[in-house]
């Protein structure tokens, strides 16, 4: 029902005429423009704010039916959504997603899928007569909103705005974001691709606010692998990702290319990425290539593209050919990180000893971090002869929908979270240490 305009004001004949006032001008400039006094531009502005309060109360109140949702496609129908008031705008739509706890800025209706039945129904009155009122019922296609379409592409454009990074400041501080085993594509318990989005988003605005706070000299991203779920993982995730492979790529990327940006507007950021099971090139269980040929690793080069091209203060490392860890030195400790499916449950320090012995990437750092079990964890692991520093082993979370192989196999996992550390002139900071 659309607010009734009153016949005789100026204001509501001029918006009628010119379009909408832009009410943050103020009431002095306004009434310049309508040529009218102050006190009716308010007088104005009140009726037609009491007039869509009384109508959005109309509209909310005696809503009833339900709703049935795809959340792994986002599609979604609106059944026998009665209403005492008619349809008229989207605005209208808005109050129903409301009423049944759908965010509106999220979901939209599908244009001519709205059907519409009107009857009328008798109703006893507040003096004990009786009165006929005109009752509407509503079905109609919804679904998720576009604004997070998964486009790589674009990043090149949105490369063109990129917030430079800050100068450097004078401490040696690093902030350390470990990003691992998203599994974008996935389905699981805690559901599949608009879910992950929806942590991500929330995470990212919570990372936004720490490197604030601590204010890094440098940030180093650590992607512990598994960026995507793939097609020849355990089981027949062809039957359950509710993404393409093309798509799986597509959003991982896009996902990198976020958290990337997001840190170089606090300082400088490092990158380093492992090649890891589900993003291994692969026929069935059967690794084809070498160590490098990873479809993950072969994101990573593509967002290096991008960054390289918009001038970023951005470093990509991975490991050495037919190596799968690899080590970043900051000043006051080396990270060193892997995959973890090169070992089985808690032996991730037995499998870093033998390191030393074959010589590989990790066995220099005074952190190996790694992923691939979807669950945090945190044990010390002797002591750098080369340092006198203590070491650690951590396993990171994930943002992931929820590991139920490790949970079935292992029995745990955790809640989902990204692990940030970090690192000062005195080495590996463990009161740093925080799960977002």
């Known amino acids: 029902m659309p607010v009734t305009r009153i016949q005789d004001c100026k204001t509501c004949t001029h918006e009628a005429n010119n379009g909408p006032l832009d009410y943050t001008k103020g009431l002095k400039a306004l009434a310049v423009i309508v040529g009218c006094n102050e006190k009716s531009i308010w007088r104005h502005r009140k009726h037609m704010n009491d007039a869509a309060e009384t109508r959005d109360n109309d509209v909310a109140v005696n809503v009833s039916g339900g709703y049935e949702l795809n959340a792994a496609t986002g599609e979604g129908e609106f059944n026998n959504v009665t209403t005492n008031q008619p349809l008229e705008t989207a605005t209208d739509w808005r109050h129903i997603f409301e009423r049944f706890k759908l965010d509106p800025d999220k979901f939209e209706i599908v244009g001519n899928t709205v059907r519409c039945s009107m009857w009328q129904q008798s109703r006893r009155t507040d003096d004990g007569d009786r009165d006929v009122i005109d009752l509407y019922s509503y079905r109609a296609q919804f679904q998720r909103k576009t604004a997070d379409a998964i486009d790589l592409p674009a990043l090149y454009a949105a490369a063109r705005n990129i917030t430079p990074a800050r100068a450097t400041n004078p401490g040696t501080r690093t902030t350390v974001v470990v990003y691992s085993d998203p599994q974008i594509g996935k389905v699981a318990r805690r559901g599949g691709t608009p879910e992950y989005l929806q942590r991500a988003h929330e995470v990212r605005a919570k990372l936004n606010e720490l490197l604030a706070e601590r204010a890094p000299a440098q940030t180093v991203l650590l992607d512990g692998g598994d960026g ?209």
């Not at 030393?356 to 990790?362: M, N, Y």
């Not at 192989?405 to 989902?416: E, I």
């Open 228 to 436: 995507f779920e793939g097609f020849n993982s355990g089981g027949n995730p062809m039957f359950t990702n509710d993404l393409s492979l093309a798509g799986q790529m597509d959003l991982y990327g896009t996902e990198l290319f976020e958290f990337v940006n997001l840190m170089h507007s606090h300082a400088p950021v490092t990158v380093a990425g492992v090649p890891s099971n589900h993003t291994a090139w692969r026929n069935a269980k059967q690794n084809l290539g070498n160590p490098q040929d990873d479809l993950g690793l072969f994101m990573h080069h593509q967002v290096a593209k991008i960054t390289t091209a918009a001038g970023m203060n951005v470093q990509w490392v991975e490991p050495e050919p037919y190596d799968e860890s690899v080590a970043v030195t900051v000043p006051g400790a080396t990270i060193g990180l892997v995959h973890g499916n090169q070992f089985g449950p808690g032996q991730a320090i037995s499998w870093w000893e033998k390191q030393t012995f074959g010589a590989g990437a990790v066995t220099r750092a005074d952190v190996m971090v790694h992923g691939h079990y979807h669950s945090f964890s945190m044990n010390a692991a002797g002591r750098n002869a080369a340092t006198q520093q203590q070491r650690w082993a951590i396993g990171a979370p994930t943002l992931d929908g929820g590991s139920d192989w490790f949970r079935q196999t292992a029995g745990r996992d955790s809640d989902p979270g990204l692990l940030v550390f970090d690192v000062t002139e005195d080495g590996f900071d463990l009161g740093s240490l925080t799960i977002l």
